[in-house]
């Protein structure tokens, strides 16, 4: 596998369900994002880990809850999704640097289609 | 806060032709980075091109070159040679510098580009 790897693509689930969502990086990076990608909404950020650490939650509800065990690995665990939270789910890393920005690579996301 | 505009929702161009998407930027900061991104059918978001604010000269890889206005916050992308491959959802991104903090890509509401056979 190379580059940003995230699965399942697809899912469907109630909004009694918990479900999670798997990102992976293979690209030797240290921060790792979530976004949401909602019809006609420009990608909005979630999430942000820098060194495992989460550094950013952008007034994400608590239904969302994501975990990022090591810096190649990061989740998003979802409980009681409402049918609004459907939307594709971006993953992307970077590799970070004293007063440097490197570029975000995004893996394929996660369709999820919430009932 | 930085907003990213893309004043053009959907585009066509003939293959072989040329297009240029628009997009304009407006910040207070004097160093980021400016990305195109391309969203084909597939949703995979891939990464076109990259222009460092500090730059003057233009990015340009292969078919792909964008035209960089810092005073006018302007970041236009040119496709030379247009291929059906091209057919896609067009991102323009921007990107603040700062030192040991976390990245922060503001995106715009993309553009939608057909190559037309």
């Known amino acids: ?115 | 806060a930085q907003t990213v505009t893309q004043s053009q929702p959907e585009m066509s161009v003939q293959e072989a032709e040329t297009v240029t998407l628009s997009c304009t930027y407006d910040t207070s900061e004097s160093n980021y980075y400016l990305f195109w991104y391309k969203q084909p059918p597939s949703r995979q978001m891939i990464l076109v091109i990259r222009q460092e604010a500090y730059k003057q000269q233009n990015a340009t890889e292969n078919r792909f070159s964008v035209n960089f206005q810092k005073a006018a916050k302007s970041f236009s992308l040119k496709i030379s040679d247009s291929q059906l491959g091209d057919t896609a959802m067009y991102f323009c991104a921007f990107m603040k510098l700062f030192q040991g903090g976390s990245e922060k890509l503001v995106f715009g509401k993309g553009t939608k580009l057909t190559v037309n056979p």
């Open chain 1, 1 to 115: 596998e190379t580059g940003v790897t995230q699965t399942p693509r697809h899912l469907v689930m109630g909004m009694t369900n918990k479900k999670s969502l798997k990102c992976e990086q293979h690209l030797g990076h240290n921060a790792m994002y979530w976004y949401k990608q909602s019809a006609k909404k420009p990608l909005e950020l979630m999430f942000v880990y820098n060194f495992k650490e989460q550094t950013e939650n952008n007034s994400v509800p608590s239904r969302f809850s994501p975990e990022c065990p090591n810096s190649s690995h990061l989740f998003l665990h979802l409980h009681t999704l409402q049918p609004e939270d459907s939307a594709l789910y971006l993953c992307a890393s970077s590799r970070l640097g004293l007063a440097t920005q490197e570029t975000q690579y995004f893996g394929p996301g996660t369709r999820l289609l919430v009932l």
